[in-house]
Protein backbone atom coordinates (compact mmCIF):
# COMPACT_ATOMS: atom_id res chain seq x y z
CA UNK A 1 0.00 0.00 0.00
CA UNK A 2 3.12 1.97 0.10
CA UNK A 3 1.37 5.79 -1.76
CA UNK A 4 5.10 6.35 -3.16
CA UNK A 5 7.85 5.35 -4.44
CA UNK A 6 7.69 2.07 -7.01
CA UNK A 7 4.21 1.35 -6.57
CA UNK A 8 2.63 4.94 -7.15
CA UNK A 9 4.70 4.38 -10.65
CA UNK A 10 3.03 1.81 -11.70
CA UNK A 11 -0.34 2.70 -9.99
CA UNK A 12 -0.68 5.15 -12.74
CA UNK A 13 -1.92 3.54 -15.81
CA UNK A 14 0.67 5.82 -17.86
CA UNK A 15 3.44 4.29 -16.11
CA UNK A 16 3.13 1.03 -17.73
CA UNK A 17 6.36 -1.37 -18.78
CA UNK A 18 6.13 0.95 -21.99
CA UNK A 19 6.96 3.67 -20.12
CA UNK A 20 10.15 2.23 -18.60
CA UNK A 21 10.99 0.39 -21.28
CA UNK A 22 11.06 3.94 -23.31
CA UNK A 23 12.55 6.12 -20.43
CA UNK A 24 15.45 3.40 -20.64
CA UNK A 25 16.15 3.11 -24.54
CA UNK A 26 16.11 7.10 -24.37
CA UNK A 27 18.01 7.86 -21.90
CA UNK A 28 20.68 5.00 -23.04
CA UNK A 29 20.35 6.94 -26.58
CA UNK A 30 21.17 10.24 -24.94
CA UNK A 31 24.02 8.88 -22.77
CA UNK A 32 24.83 7.08 -25.81
CA UNK A 33 24.80 10.52 -27.70
CA UNK A 34 26.79 12.46 -25.39
CA UNK A 35 29.77 10.15 -25.57
CA UNK A 36 29.73 9.99 -29.18
CA UNK A 37 29.94 13.49 -29.14
CA UNK A 38 32.24 13.70 -26.60
CA UNK A 39 34.58 11.42 -28.20
CA UNK A 40 33.76 12.78 -31.62
CA UNK A 41 34.62 16.34 -30.39
CA UNK A 42 37.76 14.71 -28.62
CA UNK A 43 41.03 16.05 -30.39
CA UNK A 44 42.52 13.01 -31.55
CA UNK A 45 46.05 12.90 -31.95
CA UNK A 46 45.77 13.23 -36.17
CA UNK A 47 47.43 10.79 -37.31
CA UNK A 48 48.74 11.11 -41.17
CA UNK A 49 50.41 8.98 -43.83
CA UNK A 50 52.85 10.42 -46.20
CA UNK A 51 54.26 9.67 -49.66
CA UNK A 52 57.21 11.37 -51.07
CA UNK A 53 58.25 12.09 -54.86
CA UNK A 54 61.29 13.48 -56.14
CA UNK A 55 60.47 15.10 -59.56
CA UNK A 56 64.47 15.13 -61.13
CA UNK A 57 63.46 17.57 -63.71
CA UNK A 58 65.77 18.58 -67.07
CA UNK A 59 66.78 22.17 -64.54
CA UNK A 60 66.90 21.14 -61.53
CA UNK A 61 65.37 18.46 -58.70
CA UNK A 62 62.40 18.65 -56.28
CA UNK A 63 61.20 16.98 -53.44
CA UNK A 64 57.34 17.07 -52.48
CA UNK A 65 55.92 15.39 -49.38
CA UNK A 66 52.10 14.22 -48.81
CA UNK A 67 49.98 13.30 -46.54
CA UNK A 68 46.36 12.22 -45.70
CA UNK A 69 44.65 11.03 -42.81
CA UNK A 70 44.97 7.56 -42.11
CA UNK A 71 41.98 6.62 -41.08
CA UNK A 72 40.72 7.42 -44.51
CA UNK A 73 43.42 5.05 -45.82
CA UNK A 74 40.59 4.02 -48.14
CA UNK A 75 40.98 6.71 -50.29
CA UNK A 76 38.48 9.04 -49.05
CA UNK A 77 40.84 10.81 -47.59
CA UNK A 78 42.28 14.58 -48.95
CA UNK A 79 46.10 14.20 -49.86
CA UNK A 80 47.53 17.40 -49.55
CA UNK A 81 51.50 18.88 -49.78
CA UNK A 82 52.52 19.31 -46.72
CA UNK A 83 56.52 20.36 -47.67
CA UNK A 84 58.66 20.43 -50.20
CA UNK A 85 62.01 20.78 -50.87
CA UNK A 86 64.37 22.23 -54.18
CA UNK A 87 67.49 20.74 -54.19
CA UNK A 88 70.45 22.53 -55.24
CA UNK A 89 72.72 22.42 -58.06
CA UNK A 90 70.65 21.32 -61.53
CA UNK A 91 68.80 18.38 -62.64
CA UNK A 92 70.34 14.79 -62.56
CA UNK A 93 70.97 14.14 -65.89
CA UNK A 94 73.39 17.38 -65.81
CA UNK A 95 75.74 14.40 -63.81
CA UNK A 96 75.99 12.36 -66.44
CA UNK A 97 79.93 12.67 -66.46
CA UNK A 98 80.24 12.20 -62.67
CA UNK A 99 76.65 9.97 -61.41
CA UNK A 100 78.27 9.88 -57.69
CA UNK A 101 77.20 13.60 -57.45
CA UNK A 102 73.53 13.40 -58.96
CA UNK A 103 72.96 10.90 -55.73
CA UNK A 104 74.97 12.97 -53.27
CA UNK A 105 73.11 16.15 -54.36
CA UNK A 106 69.30 14.87 -52.99
CA UNK A 107 71.18 13.78 -49.47
CA UNK A 108 70.16 17.33 -48.07
CA UNK A 109 66.62 17.11 -48.97
CA UNK A 110 66.33 13.55 -48.22
CA UNK A 111 67.55 14.59 -44.67
CA UNK A 112 65.29 17.13 -44.55
CA UNK A 113 62.29 14.71 -45.24
CA UNK A 114 63.43 12.15 -42.34
CA UNK A 115 62.99 14.89 -39.83
CA UNK A 116 59.40 15.82 -41.34
CA UNK A 117 58.04 12.62 -41.43
CA UNK A 118 57.07 11.58 -37.93
CA UNK A 119 59.92 8.42 -37.20
CA UNK A 120 57.26 5.99 -36.63
CA UNK A 121 56.09 6.56 -40.22
CA UNK A 122 59.37 6.48 -41.78
CA UNK A 123 59.54 2.75 -42.84
CA UNK A 124 55.87 2.57 -44.36
CA UNK A 125 56.62 5.93 -46.47
CA UNK A 126 56.40 5.28 -49.96
CA UNK A 127 59.31 7.46 -51.81
CA UNK A 128 59.59 7.24 -56.10
CA UNK A 129 61.87 9.57 -57.85
CA UNK A 130 60.29 10.26 -61.33
CA UNK A 131 62.85 12.14 -63.93
CA UNK A 132 61.70 13.58 -67.24
CA UNK A 133 62.84 15.46 -70.19
CA UNK A 134 66.08 16.24 -68.91
CA UNK A 135 66.71 11.91 -68.91
CA UNK A 136 65.05 11.53 -71.75
CA UNK A 137 67.18 13.75 -73.66
CA UNK A 138 70.18 11.78 -71.95
CA UNK A 139 69.05 8.32 -72.99
CA UNK A 140 68.72 9.06 -76.44
CA UNK A 141 72.22 10.83 -76.00
CA UNK A 142 74.08 8.38 -74.20
CA UNK A 143 72.03 5.47 -72.26
CA UNK A 144 74.88 3.89 -70.21
CA UNK A 145 75.40 7.76 -68.80
CA UNK A 146 71.26 7.72 -67.86
CA UNK A 147 71.86 3.91 -66.68
CA UNK A 148 74.54 5.38 -64.17
CA UNK A 149 72.84 8.11 -62.91
CA UNK A 150 69.77 6.16 -62.04
CA UNK A 151 71.97 3.77 -60.48
CA UNK A 152 73.73 6.46 -58.40
CA UNK A 153 70.32 7.55 -57.68
CA UNK A 154 68.92 4.82 -56.50
CA UNK A 155 72.00 3.45 -54.01
CA UNK A 156 71.54 6.81 -52.24
CA UNK A 157 67.57 6.97 -52.35
CA UNK A 158 67.83 3.36 -50.68
CA UNK A 159 69.96 4.57 -47.62
CA UNK A 160 67.20 6.50 -46.28
CA UNK A 161 64.56 5.31 -43.87
CA UNK A 162 61.39 5.76 -46.26
CA UNK A 163 60.54 2.79 -48.82
CA UNK A 164 61.98 3.21 -52.02
CA UNK A 165 59.71 2.08 -54.72
CA UNK A 166 62.19 2.85 -57.75
CA UNK A 167 63.60 6.01 -59.30
CA UNK A 168 62.24 5.81 -63.01
CA UNK A 169 61.82 8.13 -66.45
CA UNK A 170 58.84 8.71 -66.79
CA UNK A 171 57.23 8.80 -70.37
CA UNK A 172 56.14 11.95 -72.11
CA UNK A 173 51.98 11.12 -72.05
CA UNK A 174 52.42 9.80 -68.34
CA UNK A 175 53.75 13.48 -67.08
CA UNK A 176 50.88 15.17 -69.15
CA UNK A 177 48.29 12.79 -67.95
CA UNK A 178 49.72 12.82 -64.27
CA UNK A 179 49.71 16.65 -64.46
CA UNK A 180 46.13 16.50 -65.48
CA UNK A 181 45.12 14.02 -62.91
CA UNK A 182 46.98 16.52 -59.98
CA UNK A 183 44.89 19.34 -61.60
CA UNK A 184 42.03 17.92 -61.18
CA UNK A 185 41.89 16.02 -57.84
CA UNK A 186 43.21 19.12 -56.17
CA UNK A 187 40.36 21.51 -57.75
CA UNK A 188 38.07 18.47 -56.94
CA UNK A 189 36.89 18.03 -60.62
CA UNK A 190 37.00 14.01 -60.45
CA UNK A 191 33.57 14.27 -59.41
CA UNK A 192 31.87 15.95 -61.86
CA UNK A 193 32.41 16.01 -66.03
CA UNK A 194 33.49 19.15 -66.84
CA UNK A 195 37.46 18.43 -66.19
CA UNK A 196 40.31 21.22 -66.23
CA UNK A 197 43.16 21.07 -68.94
CA UNK A 198 46.68 21.06 -68.06
CA UNK A 199 49.31 23.15 -69.48
CA UNK A 200 53.10 21.93 -68.36
CA UNK A 201 55.76 23.64 -69.56
CA UNK A 202 59.29 22.80 -68.33
CA UNK A 203 63.05 23.37 -69.65
CA UNK A 204 63.12 20.18 -72.08
CA UNK A 205 59.79 18.84 -73.04
CA UNK A 206 55.81 20.77 -73.04
CA UNK A 207 52.79 18.76 -72.45
CA UNK A 208 49.25 19.57 -73.43
CA UNK A 209 46.11 17.45 -71.75
CA UNK A 210 42.60 17.73 -71.51
CA UNK A 211 39.17 15.84 -72.47
CA UNK A 212 37.80 16.84 -75.50
CA UNK A 213 34.45 15.41 -76.86
CA UNK A 214 35.62 15.40 -79.94
CA UNK A 215 37.88 13.11 -79.46
CA UNK A 216 37.46 9.29 -79.10
CA UNK A 217 41.48 7.95 -79.54
CA UNK A 218 40.42 6.62 -82.67
CA UNK A 219 42.27 9.41 -84.70
CA UNK A 220 45.69 9.27 -83.05
CA UNK A 221 45.81 6.52 -80.42
CA UNK A 222 48.63 7.55 -78.91
CA UNK A 223 47.80 10.16 -77.52
CA UNK A 224 44.83 8.80 -75.82
CA UNK A 225 45.09 7.79 -71.78
CA UNK A 226 41.56 6.58 -70.56
CA UNK A 227 41.07 6.96 -66.85
CA UNK A 228 37.58 5.59 -64.66
CA UNK A 229 38.14 7.70 -61.58
CA UNK A 230 35.54 7.73 -59.04
CA UNK A 231 32.92 6.15 -61.03
CA UNK A 232 33.74 8.55 -64.22
CA UNK A 233 35.46 7.12 -67.63
CA UNK A 234 37.67 9.95 -68.65
CA UNK A 235 38.99 9.71 -72.61
CA UNK A 236 41.99 12.24 -72.10
CA UNK A 237 44.11 13.48 -75.25
CA UNK A 238 47.58 14.20 -74.29
CA UNK A 239 51.02 15.38 -75.64
CA UNK A 240 54.13 16.07 -74.99
CA UNK A 241 56.83 17.70 -77.02
CA UNK A 242 60.01 16.90 -76.45
CA UNK A 243 62.79 19.45 -77.09
CA UNK A 244 59.79 22.10 -76.83
CA UNK A 245 60.82 22.96 -73.43
CA UNK A 246 61.50 26.49 -72.94
CA UNK A 247 65.69 26.01 -72.33
CA UNK A 248 65.51 23.59 -75.35
CA UNK A 249 63.38 25.52 -77.79
CA UNK A 250 65.53 28.85 -76.82
CA UNK A 251 69.18 26.42 -77.84
CA UNK A 252 67.00 25.88 -81.77
CA UNK A 253 66.44 29.57 -81.72
CA UNK A 254 70.04 30.43 -81.27
CA UNK A 255 71.37 27.80 -83.52
CA UNK A 256 69.14 29.50 -86.44
CA UNK A 257 70.58 31.51 -88.84
CA UNK A 258 71.40 35.49 -87.62
CA UNK A 259 71.27 34.04 -84.17
CA UNK A 260 74.22 36.52 -83.42
CA UNK A 261 71.87 39.58 -82.96
CA UNK A 262 68.54 38.54 -81.12
CA UNK A 263 65.24 39.55 -81.00
CA UNK A 264 64.58 37.97 -78.23
CA UNK A 265 66.75 39.41 -75.99
CA UNK A 266 67.33 43.08 -74.78
CA UNK A 267 69.46 46.04 -76.90
CA UNK A 268 72.62 46.29 -74.76
CA UNK A 269 72.50 42.77 -73.79
CA UNK A 270 76.10 40.96 -75.31
CA UNK A 271 77.52 37.55 -73.66
CA UNK A 272 79.84 35.52 -75.20
CA UNK A 273 78.72 31.64 -75.38
CA UNK A 274 80.24 28.38 -76.60
CA UNK A 275 78.97 26.84 -79.32
CA UNK A 276 79.51 23.55 -77.96
CA UNK A 277 77.58 24.01 -74.79
CA UNK A 278 74.85 25.49 -77.10
CA UNK A 279 74.91 21.98 -79.15
CA UNK A 280 75.12 19.44 -77.14
CA UNK A 281 71.54 18.62 -76.89
CA UNK A 282 69.91 15.59 -79.33
CA UNK A 283 67.24 19.08 -79.95
CA UNK A 284 69.75 21.26 -81.77
CA UNK A 285 72.73 18.82 -82.97
CA UNK A 286 71.11 18.34 -86.47
CA UNK A 287 71.28 22.14 -86.87
CA UNK A 288 74.99 22.52 -85.97
CA UNK A 289 76.81 24.39 -88.76
CA UNK A 290 79.50 22.13 -90.03
CA UNK A 291 82.34 24.13 -89.36
CA UNK A 292 81.67 26.70 -86.43
CA UNK A 293 83.35 28.72 -84.27
CA UNK A 294 84.24 27.50 -80.73
CA UNK A 295 82.61 30.98 -79.28
CA UNK A 296 80.03 33.24 -80.30
CA UNK A 297 79.07 36.63 -78.48
CA UNK A 298 75.20 36.68 -78.11
CA UNK A 299 73.78 40.14 -78.56
CA UNK A 300 70.79 41.80 -78.06
CA UNK A 301 68.46 44.00 -80.58
CA UNK A 302 64.81 43.46 -78.69
CA UNK A 303 61.96 43.31 -80.55
CA UNK A 304 59.31 41.15 -79.77
CA UNK A 305 57.97 41.16 -83.23
CA UNK A 306 60.94 40.08 -84.61
CA UNK A 307 61.27 37.63 -81.80
CA UNK A 308 57.90 35.89 -82.32
CA UNK A 309 59.07 35.02 -86.27
CA UNK A 310 62.36 33.74 -85.00
CA UNK A 311 60.37 31.60 -82.22
CA UNK A 312 57.79 30.48 -84.76
CA UNK A 313 60.90 29.15 -86.88
CA UNK A 314 60.93 25.95 -84.59
CA UNK A 315 57.79 25.13 -85.56
CA UNK A 316 56.63 23.20 -88.52
CA UNK A 317 53.09 23.60 -89.49
CA UNK A 318 53.29 22.24 -92.73
CA UNK A 319 52.96 18.82 -92.38
CA UNK A 320 49.43 16.99 -90.72
CA UNK A 321 48.10 13.71 -92.14
CA UNK A 322 44.97 13.96 -89.74
CA UNK A 323 41.83 16.19 -89.78
CA UNK A 324 43.45 18.54 -88.02
CA UNK A 325 47.18 19.29 -85.75
CA UNK A 326 48.78 21.52 -83.39
CA UNK A 327 51.79 21.69 -84.90
CA UNK A 328 55.12 19.37 -86.28
CA UNK A 329 52.45 17.10 -87.75
CA UNK A 330 50.82 16.55 -84.00
CA UNK A 331 47.03 15.44 -83.86
CA UNK A 332 45.28 17.52 -81.58
CA UNK A 333 41.38 18.17 -81.31
CA UNK A 334 39.60 21.37 -80.43
CA UNK A 335 40.50 22.81 -77.46
CA UNK A 336 37.81 22.24 -74.79
CA UNK A 337 37.34 23.50 -71.36
CA UNK A 338 39.72 25.52 -69.01
CA UNK A 339 43.06 25.16 -68.41
CA UNK A 340 45.53 25.39 -65.92
CA UNK A 341 49.13 26.27 -67.28
CA UNK A 342 51.72 25.93 -64.68
CA UNK A 343 55.82 25.14 -63.96
CA UNK A 344 58.00 27.69 -66.29
CA UNK A 345 54.34 28.87 -67.83
CA UNK A 346 53.76 30.36 -64.08
CA UNK A 347 56.96 31.26 -63.14
CA UNK A 348 57.74 33.16 -66.63
CA UNK A 349 54.17 35.05 -66.78
CA UNK A 350 54.20 35.49 -63.17
CA UNK A 351 57.02 38.22 -63.40
CA UNK A 352 56.68 39.63 -66.42
CA UNK A 353 53.07 40.40 -64.44
CA UNK A 354 50.93 38.93 -67.33
CA UNK A 355 48.79 36.39 -65.48
CA UNK A 356 45.69 38.12 -65.39
CA UNK A 357 44.13 36.32 -68.25
CA UNK A 358 40.77 38.68 -68.43
CA UNK A 359 43.26 40.99 -70.18
CA UNK A 360 42.86 41.18 -73.72
CA UNK A 361 45.51 38.56 -75.56
CA UNK A 362 46.24 41.86 -77.84
CA UNK A 363 47.20 43.76 -74.93
CA UNK A 364 49.14 41.08 -73.54
CA UNK A 365 51.63 40.99 -76.62
CA UNK A 366 51.63 44.47 -76.67
CA UNK A 367 52.66 44.35 -72.97
CA UNK A 368 55.27 42.02 -73.68
CA UNK A 369 56.36 44.51 -76.51
CA UNK A 370 57.23 47.13 -74.38
CA UNK A 371 59.19 44.84 -72.46
CA UNK A 372 61.03 43.27 -74.83
CA UNK A 373 62.24 46.69 -75.91
CA UNK A 374 63.18 47.98 -72.74
CA UNK A 375 66.95 48.17 -72.78
CA UNK A 376 69.23 45.55 -71.01
CA UNK A 377 71.01 47.92 -68.44
CA UNK A 378 67.39 49.06 -67.17
CA UNK A 379 65.69 45.78 -67.07
CA UNK A 380 68.91 44.87 -64.76
CA UNK A 381 67.94 48.37 -62.59
CA UNK A 382 64.28 47.09 -62.29
CA UNK A 383 64.99 44.25 -60.75
CA UNK A 384 68.05 43.68 -59.31
CA UNK A 385 67.06 40.40 -57.09
CA UNK A 386 66.49 37.97 -59.87
CA UNK A 387 68.93 35.84 -61.16
CA UNK A 388 70.89 37.33 -64.05
CA UNK A 389 70.27 33.79 -66.23
CA UNK A 390 66.86 34.01 -65.67
CA UNK A 391 66.05 37.78 -66.28
CA UNK A 392 67.87 37.48 -69.44
CA UNK A 393 65.59 34.75 -71.05
CA UNK A 394 62.02 36.42 -69.93
CA UNK A 395 61.79 38.12 -73.19
CA UNK A 396 62.34 35.33 -74.84
CA UNK A 397 60.46 32.62 -72.43
CA UNK A 398 57.20 35.45 -72.57
CA UNK A 399 57.55 35.42 -76.32
CA UNK A 400 57.72 31.72 -76.82
CA UNK A 401 54.46 31.27 -74.39
CA UNK A 402 52.42 33.23 -76.11
CA UNK A 403 53.38 31.57 -79.84
CA UNK A 404 53.31 28.30 -78.46
CA UNK A 405 50.16 28.36 -76.71
CA UNK A 406 48.36 30.70 -79.71
CA UNK A 407 50.15 29.21 -82.94
CA UNK A 408 51.01 26.25 -81.49
CA UNK A 409 48.26 24.72 -79.25
CA UNK A 410 45.51 27.45 -81.89
CA UNK A 411 44.37 29.21 -78.28
CA UNK A 412 42.20 32.36 -79.60
CA UNK A 413 41.79 35.92 -77.70
CA UNK A 414 38.53 33.89 -76.35
CA UNK A 415 39.94 30.66 -75.31
CA UNK A 416 43.41 32.02 -74.01
CA UNK A 417 41.00 33.83 -71.49
CA UNK A 418 39.50 29.91 -70.12
CA UNK A 419 43.83 29.86 -69.11
CA UNK A 420 44.82 30.08 -65.56
CA UNK A 421 48.20 30.58 -64.73
CA UNK A 422 48.85 28.73 -61.46
CA UNK A 423 51.61 27.42 -59.48
CA UNK A 424 49.76 26.17 -56.63
CA UNK A 425 46.12 24.44 -55.97
CA UNK A 426 44.94 24.86 -52.07
CA UNK A 427 48.39 24.79 -50.99
CA UNK A 428 49.95 21.62 -53.40
CA UNK A 429 52.32 22.81 -55.92
CA UNK A 430 50.29 22.06 -59.86
CA UNK A 431 52.85 19.08 -61.70
CA UNK A 432 52.60 16.02 -62.34
CA UNK A 433 53.63 14.11 -59.23
CA UNK A 434 50.91 13.94 -57.22
CA UNK A 435 48.93 12.60 -59.41
CA UNK A 436 51.90 9.89 -60.37
CA UNK A 437 51.77 9.29 -56.35
CA UNK A 438 47.90 8.89 -56.62
CA UNK A 439 48.27 6.44 -58.90
CA UNK A 440 51.11 3.98 -57.76
CA UNK A 441 49.83 4.50 -54.11
CA UNK A 442 46.00 3.40 -56.18
CA UNK A 443 44.14 6.42 -53.95
CA UNK A 444 41.92 7.33 -56.51
CA UNK A 445 39.15 4.51 -56.68
CA UNK A 446 37.76 3.64 -60.12
CA UNK A 447 34.81 3.61 -58.56
CA UNK A 448 32.89 6.31 -56.51
CA UNK A 449 33.65 5.52 -52.26
CA UNK A 450 30.14 4.58 -51.12
CA UNK A 451 29.08 7.69 -49.55
CA UNK A 452 27.56 7.01 -46.41
CA UNK A 453 23.44 7.70 -47.08
CA UNK A 454 24.32 10.87 -44.15
CA UNK A 455 27.45 11.99 -43.16
CA UNK A 456 28.14 11.37 -39.74
CA UNK A 457 26.71 14.62 -38.76
CA UNK A 458 23.89 13.04 -40.28
CA UNK A 459 23.86 10.29 -38.05
CA UNK A 460 24.55 12.20 -35.02
CA UNK A 461 21.25 14.04 -35.59
CA UNK A 462 19.15 11.38 -36.36
CA UNK A 463 19.91 9.46 -33.26
CA UNK A 464 19.49 12.89 -31.60
CA UNK A 465 15.85 13.19 -32.85
CA UNK A 466 15.17 9.57 -31.55
CA UNK A 467 16.69 10.08 -28.28
CA UNK A 468 14.44 13.75 -28.23
CA UNK A 469 11.61 12.09 -29.16
CA UNK A 470 11.80 8.80 -27.04
CA UNK A 471 12.58 10.80 -23.81
CA UNK A 472 9.78 13.53 -24.83
CA UNK A 473 6.74 10.62 -24.62
CA UNK A 474 8.50 9.18 -21.26
CA UNK A 475 8.14 12.90 -20.15
CA UNK A 476 4.58 13.18 -21.59
CA UNK A 477 3.75 9.54 -19.93
CA UNK A 478 4.29 10.73 -16.71
CA UNK A 479 1.49 12.79 -17.39
CA UNK A 480 -1.80 12.17 -19.51
CA UNK A 481 -1.52 14.06 -22.76
CA UNK A 482 -5.03 15.47 -22.26
CA UNK A 483 -6.48 15.55 -18.57
CA UNK A 484 -9.77 13.82 -18.34
CA UNK A 485 -12.09 15.89 -18.67
CA UNK A 486 -13.80 14.34 -15.84
CA UNK A 487 -10.98 14.34 -13.65
CA UNK A 488 -10.43 16.65 -11.46
CA UNK A 489 -6.80 17.70 -10.85
CA UNK A 490 -5.18 15.72 -7.88
CA UNK A 491 -3.03 17.78 -5.58
CA UNK A 492 -0.58 15.21 -5.04
O1 LIG B 1 61.94 31.24 -61.01
C1 LIG B 1 62.01 30.88 -62.16
N1 LIG B 1 61.95 31.78 -63.17
C2 LIG B 1 62.02 31.40 -64.48
N2 LIG B 1 62.10 30.11 -64.87
C3 LIG B 1 62.16 29.18 -63.89
C4 LIG B 1 62.11 29.49 -62.52
N3 LIG B 1 62.18 28.32 -61.83
C5 LIG B 1 62.27 27.32 -62.74
N4 LIG B 1 62.25 27.86 -63.96
C6 LIG B 1 62.31 27.17 -65.24
O2 LIG B 1 61.22 26.28 -65.30
C7 LIG B 1 61.61 25.16 -66.08
C8 LIG B 1 61.41 23.91 -65.24
O3 LIG B 1 61.65 22.88 -66.08
P1 LIG B 1 61.92 21.40 -65.51
O4 LIG B 1 63.20 21.39 -64.73
O5 LIG B 1 60.68 20.92 -64.82
O6 LIG B 1 62.19 20.63 -66.86
P2 LIG B 1 61.41 19.42 -67.56
O7 LIG B 1 60.00 19.42 -67.01
O8 LIG B 1 61.47 19.72 -69.02
O9 LIG B 1 62.18 18.19 -67.18
C9 LIG B 1 63.07 25.37 -66.47
O10 LIG B 1 63.13 25.97 -67.74
C10 LIG B 1 63.55 26.33 -65.42
O11 LIG B 1 64.61 27.14 -65.90
CA1 LIG C 1 58.87 19.63 -65.14
Known sequence: NDQTGLYSVFRNPWHT??????????????????????????????????????DAGSSHTAMYIYEWPAEKDNNTGRVEQTHSCKVKGPGISSYASDPKKAGQSLQVCMKEAERFVP????????????????????????????????????????????????????????????????????????????????????????????????????????????????????????????????????????????????????????????????????????????????????????????????????????????????????????????????SAYYFVMNFLNLTDTSVPLQSVKEALARYCSTPWETIKKQHPGIKLKYLAEYCFSGTYILTLLTEGYNFTSETFSKIRFIKQIKGSDAGWTLGYMLNLTNMIPAEAPDTPLLPHAGYVSVITVIALVLFLLFVLSLRPLWPRCSQKPQIV
Open 17 to 54: PLTIFIAVVGVIAIVALVTVAVLQNKPLIPKYKYGIVL
Open 119 to 342: SERHEETPLYLGATAGMRLLNIENSTASDQVFQAVSESLQKSPFSFQGARILSGQEEGAFGWVTVNYLDDRLKQVCTTGALDLGGASTQISFVSDAFDGSESPNNSVNFRLYGNDYNLYTHSFLCYGKDQVLRMALSGPGSISDPCFHNGYSESKNYMTLYNSPCVSKRKPVSSPADFTHVGKGNFYQCQELVKSVFDFTQCKYTQCSFNGVYQPTLQGPFGAF
